[in-house]
């Protein structure tokens, strides 16, 4: 690449370019990271079951459609996924976690994910799972509350908003992937830093306030998914 001082529409038309390359870049990653196993160093294997069961829960996969993609990244950002962990694993990253403290994790014994999370009763402490629903709605929880999500991000976020759950401290497993696709842009971010500055001066953030805490066991089904 050339830095070319041209117009606005021209910088933005190069930016939008590398934008481009970037989230592709990324979403390879983030599928590999699920579905690669151990192979040669230059041609890892993949595993027909881990494509199988990431199909489930970020497809379909349509032709022209970039939506498998986009809603494997979105979902590998946030730190409550923690991937293939097992229930033991969820058990002990939330062991010391305050009440409503969650994980989402794949399920260990089918398709689809299951949601992890601190109860606390007056009875006592008790870490519980639970199936996330999915159809071709959306997704959803087994309780009495009828609301369908359209992506499991916009279902967790409903609930952390419901205060039934609350933000977790955890690791995001998939960090790395993010800060490697960032420093494969080498010296062009370094080239472009003022055009970038200018477009990043652009954006905002905003905060939403939160809702009414609920239990989540609420309606639950008691039947727990491991």
Known sequence: ????????????NVV????????????????????????SVTTPSVCIEEFGRVCSLFGPILVGSSNFLRNLV??????????????????????????????????????????SWVNQTQSGRKILHVRVKQSSAGFSLPTEDPSVYPSL??????LVMQEKLRPTSLTNPYEHLFRETLADMGSYAHEFSDDWAVVGNS?????????????????????SSR
């Not at 939008?16 to 192979?39: F, K, V």
């Not at 989540?216 to 039947?223: K, S």
């Open 1 to 12: 690449w050339s830095r070319s001082r041209g117009s606005t529409p021209d910088v933005m």
């Open 16 to 39: 939008n370019q590398e934008m481009a390359r970037r989230s592709l870049l990324q979403a390879q990653r983030c599928l590999e990271a699920l579905i690669a196993t151990a192979g």
């Open 74 to 115: 979105e979902v590998l950002r946030c730190n409550w996924f923690q991937g293939p962990i097992s229930g033991a694993d969820a058990l002990r990253l939330l062991k010391d976690k305050p009440p409503n403290s969650f994980l989402v994790r794949f399920s260990g014994s089918t398709s689809g994910c299951t949601l």
């Open 153 to 158: 991000p916009a279902l967790i976020n409903a």
């Open 203 to 223: 954006l905002s953030q905003s905060e939403s306030p939160p809702g009414k805490r609920q239990r989540l066991t609420d309606g639950l089904d008691m039947a």
